[in-house]
């Protein structure tokens, strides 16, 4: 994020824009009635690209700076809604007195997490659901008081455990007495560096002994993909609940007949081709981007509580029949869209990366798939250089011992690592995230055997590697 003044009401405020060629609005002024995106509306020139004119749209109509609604002092912080006193935390739904987390959802104090919910107190989890002062622990569902966990349930008082289910007082998967299990732990020292790294290499050694399940699925039929739950005809989806009939999905809740959509749902029906379009009661929207509330959209950007839009971006006050921003009739806008589409040589398609007004490594693709500044520019994405300054002695300022970027640590943070005796963290919150995200799994399925029955399985985990994998029958087997 940076800083920047809001081109309509000259306030300095955080945006995800920095130098662009465009106008870029503060909330306030964005959802403003005192202007109009209708106001940009362009005729449709037959003889020209439709994505070359719709690029001239979106370079004069103004973008919504940050994009965050219903929050409560949390200006570090985007793509969050219905959250409070939150920093550094990105798409994050109803959480409160978070820092430095991804998809931290109902959750309350939590720090440095990714993909949690309805959790409290917890640091350094990935994956993990109502979960209470967990620490450094993975894929675990109901666990307190614990640290180093991997795919446990309904756990509380466990240390270094993996795939344990209503057990309390185990370390290293070994029962112990109340009495013992607090004495071993009482000796552990997790605020010394020296020690937390110690441990942490001897969990992830044990841990590589012990069998891997081939997906996470729960209370689903007939589905592809991981980490999905309460899901009905489903294939090649990560990280999805409450979706029936889809395909091609990532991060997706309660959504209905869908297919290559990202962040979308909650909930939404017919969507093709959107990330983080068809959101929020949104019907039939093909090939949009951020895109809430709305109905029977195709080819449109930042665009709410509107309907029957064709490549328009930025109509938020329940706009209708308009292309390219456009006011048109009813019988007029289906006229000139039919049109429009038998001309469209790319129709199908999703928008070209060259409308992108990001930069390649400033987006979470390059999480998921990093590339070198050589290969993404190759590729034709743009990409942003570093700011030297981040990098430049201060006194003020830690600096991280992985990339070498200043960062620093604000009074609420070392309120939490003194009362849970926790570590001062040695890297800036970028390489912690993406130490994180490098923790799941990619988001491709591999054909391998069970390591026990050999059956054939679908997983993430590639044969090349060398973790132990079985069928859910075999894993299960084990655990109960």
Not at 298 to 311: A, R
Not at 321 to 337: A, P, R, S, V, W
Request: hydrophobic fraction near 30%; aromatic fraction near 16%.
């Amino acid at each position: 994020m940076y800083q920047r003044n809001c081109d309509k009401c000259k306030k300095k405020f955080l945006s995800i824009y920095d130098n662009v060629p465009f106008d870029v609005y503060c909330y306030d002024c964005w959802w403003s009635e005192g202007w109009s995106s209708l106001q940009y509306g362009q005729d449709y020139d037959p003889k020209r690209p439709f994505f070359e004119q719709f690029g001239e749209l979106v370079n004069k109509v103004p973008y919504l700076g940050i994009v965050t609604s219903f929050c409560e002092n949390s200006d570090y912080a985007n793509y969050t809604n219905y959250s409070k006193n939150c920093y550094l935390v990105f798409g994050c739904h109803a959480a409160e007195n978070c820092y430095y987390g991804w998809r931290m959802h109902d959750s309350l104090n939590c720090i440095d997490c990714a993909q949690i919910n309805k959790s409290k107190y917890c640091y350094e989890c990935v994956d993990c659901d109502e979960c209470y002062e967990l620490f450094y622990s993975q894929d675990c569902n109901s666990c307190s008081g614990s640290a180093f966990l991997y795919d446990c349930r309904s756990c509380q008082d466990c240390l270094f455990c993996a795939g344990l289910r209503n057990q309390q007082y185990c370390i290293f998967n070994k029962q112990y007495s109340k009495e013992d299990y607090f004495k071993y732990k009482a000796s552990l020292d997790f605020a010394s560096n020296k020690v937390f790294l110690e441990l942490e290499e001897k969990f992830s050694n044990w841990l590589k002994t012990f069998p891997r399940r081939e997906i996470f699925v729960s209370n689903s039929e007939n589905v592809s993909g991981d980490h999905i739950s309460n899901c009905q005809n489903v294939r090649a989806a990560f990280n999805v609940k409450n979706v029936q009939d889809g395909a091609y999905l990532e991060s997706c809740e309660d959504l209905k007949d869908a297919m290559d959509s990202t962040f979308c749902g909650w909930p939404a029906e017919l969507n093709y081709e959107g990330i983080s379009g068809g959101c929020v009661n949104s019907y039939n929207c093909k090939f949009v981007v951020v895109c809430w509330s709305c109905a029977n959209l195709e080819y449109c950007d930042s665009c709410h509580n509107s309907k029957d839009l064709f490549g328009c971006f930025g109509l938020h006050n329940k706009n209708q029949f308009c292309i390219l921003n456009k006011q048109y009739g009813e019988d007029e806008y289906l006229e000139l869209k039919k049109k429009i589409i038998e001309n469209f040589k790319e129709y199908g398609e999703f928008f070209n990366s060259a409308l992108s007004p990001f930069s390649y490594n400033e987006t979470v693709a390059n999480e998921f798939y990093p590339l070198s500044k050589e290969r993404a520019l190759s590729l034709g994405f743009k990409w942003k250089e570093v700011d030297a300054q981040e990098y430049q002695p201060n006194k003020e300022l830690s600096v991280c011992e992985q990339c070498g970027k200043n960062y620093k640590i604000i009074a609420l943070e070392l309120e939490f690592y003194k009362k849970y005796g926790i570590r001062l963290p040695a890297k800036c919150f970028g390489c912690r995230h993406q130490n994180r995200m490098n923790k799941r799994n990619s988001r491709k399925l591999y054909e391998r055997k069970c390591g026990k029955c050999l059956a054939e399985i679908m997983t993430t985990y590639s044969p090349d590697r060398s973790e132990i994998v079985y069928c859910e029958r075999c894993y299960m087997r084990g655990i109960y």
